[in-house]
């Protein structure tokens, strides 16, 4: 099992970043895929989760209205979108199967 994360992104504030989430391994439809950041100093934070199965979602209360979570099923990715960016949102992005398996990291700076 393995996930596949797109590399670092740079954006300024107010602009929307897209993270991709590959996997391989198993059955892509079988597993919520959870999205979790890190900022700098600070510990993991929870942005929710995706059915690809379905599609379904849940997002954190934190971030519901600029988060969006996507998957493909044709090509077992997920993808996060954020938008409205502030450099609070500078953090490594991760997706992740829980304690089956997590992506590398995707570091999204934001400069104001």
């Known amino acids: 099992v393995q996930l596949v994360q797109s590399g670092a992104e740079l954006r300024k504030s107010g602009a929307s970043v897209r993270v991709s989430c590959k996997a391989s391994g198993y059955t892509f439809s079988s597993y919520n895929i959870n999205w979790v950041r890190q900022a700098p100093g600070k510990g993991l934070e929870w942005m929710g989760t995706i059915d690809p199965e379905d599609g379904g979602t849940k997002y954190g209360q934190k971030f519901q209205g600029r988060v969006t979570f996507t998957a493909d099923t044709s090509t077992s990715t997920a993808y996060v979108e954020l938008s409205s960016l502030r450099s609070e949102d500078t953090a490594v992005y991760y997706c992740?199967?829980?304690?089956?398996?997590w992506g590398q990291g995707t570091q999204v700076t934001v400069s104001s």
């Open positions: 992740s199967l829980g304690i089956i398996s």
